[in-house]
């Protein structure tokens, strides 16, 4: 079946605009996961969503960064007012709950910020 | 809090040879997960071992094996007969079975497989 899908593959922003990225999860997955990648860093966890539960963003790194999910599927992360800090690659991943499963990740969305 | 170390930078192997990537991390959980995730150049991760922290046995998968030695906290991945296409970046990362079971990595292992 169909992987994980993200949206854009590429992003260039000027320095204060706001971008949204988006993640389409694999189908029946209740987990989403969205991970940051800064240059020579390894992942770092921003946010989970699981199925109506309240979503777990100890991760976010600033009140600029926010995201949501629609109907259990669909998730979208917002930054606004960007800076050239937030230049990386953003992550999402999937996967099935109630046990550590393997999170099935998307290509990701590389954001440059100018 | 965990945490996860990958103290080799960059590695090199020629093609065919063995290598073992490192990865020590730090926990007081009794229970958790340990992965092994390879990224090539189409940023695409994908898993490449899984080791559960109450299995003793190590994980194996053809060519990629694990040493897991629990009580030294290392979790090391070996790759046999190495070829072209197993040039990629790799990430060691651990786990705790919970709310979350956000993924938490290390800072990656550039490894070229030379021909």
């Known amino acids: 079946g169909a992987g994980v899908s993200q949206s854009p593959s590429n992003k260039v922003t000027e320095k204060g605009k706001d971008v949204e990225l988006r993640c389409d999860p694999i189908?029946?997955?209740?987990?989403l996961y969205w991970y940051r990648q800064s240059l020579g860093q390894g992942l770092e966890f921003l946010i989970y969503?699981?199925?109506?539960?309240?979503?777990?963003k100890s991760g976010l790194p600033s009140d600029r960064f926010s995201a949501e999910r629609t109907g259990g599927s669909v998730s979208t992360l917002t930054i606004q007012r960007t800076q050239q800090e937030d230049s990386a690659v953003y992550l999402c991943?999937?996967?099935?709950?109630?046990?550590?499963?393997?999170?099935?990740f998307g290509p990701g969305t590389r954001l440059t910020v100018t | 809090a965990q945490t996860v170390t990958q103290s080799q930078p960059e590695m090199s192997v020629q093609e065919a040879e063995t290598v073992t990537l490192s990865c020590t991390y730090d926990?007081?959980?009794?229970?958790?997960?340990l992965f092994w995730y390879k990224q090539p150049p189409s940023r695409q991760m994908i898993l490449v071992i899984r080791?559960?922290?109450?299995?003793?046995q190590n994980a194996t998968e053809n060519r990629f094996s694990v040493n897991f030695q629990k009580a030294a906290k290392s979790f090391s991945l070996k790759i046999s007969d190495s070829q072209l296409g197993d040039t990629a970046m790799y990430f060691c990362?651990?786990?705790?079975?919970?709310?979350?079971?956000?993924?938490?990595f290390g800072t990656g292992t550039l490894l070229a497989v030379q021909p």
């Open positions: 991943a999937s996967s099935l709950v109630g046990q550590v499963y393997e999170q099935y």
């Open positions: 189908s029946g997955h209740t987990a």
């Open positions: 969503f699981q199925g109506n539960s309240a979503p777990d």
């Open positions: 926990t007081s959980e009794n229970n958790y997960y």
């Open positions: 080791q559960e922290a109450y299995k003793q």
């Open positions: 990362a651990a786990a705790k079975p919970g709310a979350t079971n956000k993924l938490i």
